[in-house]
């Protein structure tokens, strides 16, 4: 039986349907859940999971530069965070220092950057919290389009190189006897992983996009018997989030990306919960 709250919240989703704001929110939700879950497995294959937390904090500074200069934020973000992205990893090789400390260091210097460049903009200051949080709602036709050209780009790309990112992201000793073209894969993989983290800036947020990329690689982790299941079901735990998360925000008149990741998070202790419950069942049989 459903509660009057149910009926409620259903016909308030139903409703906004009509509306071209909640139309274009919804779209791009799941086009971003479908990138971020296919990009998230590669992320996790890598062990790299903070990194597109860096790319995210440094698009802050992408963003502040790009109104600095009065120039659309989404592109000096785009920008930015693909230059940073490919900037880390060759860094990394020339100093020899680590993912982790690396990441540590980019972290609060491309905050400290981006914070500066909003605290200098002249005139009216945009809201710092709209880019920290972002606003899925508010989601723009421009925003629409580059995730919509960016989806369409990596649809069409993936299919030729995903082995080959595969085996570079597993064993890059083995790809490079292949003969693999490893500095080439590893840029076309951090460019798109740059471009997916900047796209859900706008929607979700620097401090909440991170929980697009891992949270539902880890869910399918705990349960996934192969890689390709990995690229399955990620996606589609991604969308449920989002579905679910926008459905509890209308209802409960909360921000709409901190729900979705809440909801998301909530997914991953339900799958560590039903992983324990398939372990002491088989222990029992």
């Not at 790319?55 to 230059?83: E, K, M, N, Q, T």
């Not at 981006?114 to 972002?134: D, K």
């Not at 995730?147 to 990596?154: A, E, K, P, R």
């Not at 993936?158 to 890059?172: G, N, Q, T």
């Amino acid at each position: 039986m459903w509660t009057d709250t149910q009926y409620t919240m259903l016909q308030d989703f139903t409703e906004l349907l009509a509306y071209t704001f909640f139309q274009r929110a919804l779209i791009a939700g799941l086009l971003l859940a479908i990138l971020a879950g296919i990009v998230g497995v590669f992320t996790l294959i890598r062990k790299a999971s903070f990194f597109g937390d860096a790319v995210a904090h440094s698009a802050l500074a992408g963003v502040a530069i790009g109104l600095f200069f009065a120039i659309d934020p989404l592109i000096s973000a785009a920008i930015y965070a693909v230059l940073i992205s490919l900037f880390l990893p060759w860094f990394r090789k020339q100093t020899g220092f680590s993912f982790d400390s690396l990441l540590a260091l980019l972290l609060p210097v491309s905050m400290g950057i981006g914070v500066i460049a909003f605290s200098l903009l002249p005139g009216y200051q945009p809201n710092l919290l709209s880019f920290l949080f972002g606003n899925l709602l508010a989601v723009t036709s421009s925003d629409l389009i580059f995730l919509g050209v960016l989806f369409i780009s990596v649809s069409i790309l993936l299919p030729f190189i995903a082995k080959k990112l595969l085996l570079v992201s597993l064993d890059e000793d083995q790809a490079r006897l292949l003969g693999i073209n490893i500095p080439l894969h590893e840029m076309i993989y951090h460019f798109i992983l740059a471009l997916t983290v900047v796209s859900g800036v706008r929607l979700v947020g620097v401090v909440l996009i991170n929980a697009f990329l891992v949270i539902p690689p880890l869910v399918v982790s705990l349960h996934a018997k192969s890689i390709k299941q990995l690229f399955i079901y990620s996606p589609i735990i991604a969308l449920v989030s989002v579905v679910g998360g926008i459905g509890l925000s209308i209802g409960l008149d909360l921000p709409t990306g901190a729900v979705i990741a809440v909801f998301a998070g909530f997914l991953f202790l339900l799958s560590v919960v039903l992983k324990k419950v398939k372990e002491q069942i088989a222990v029992l049989l």
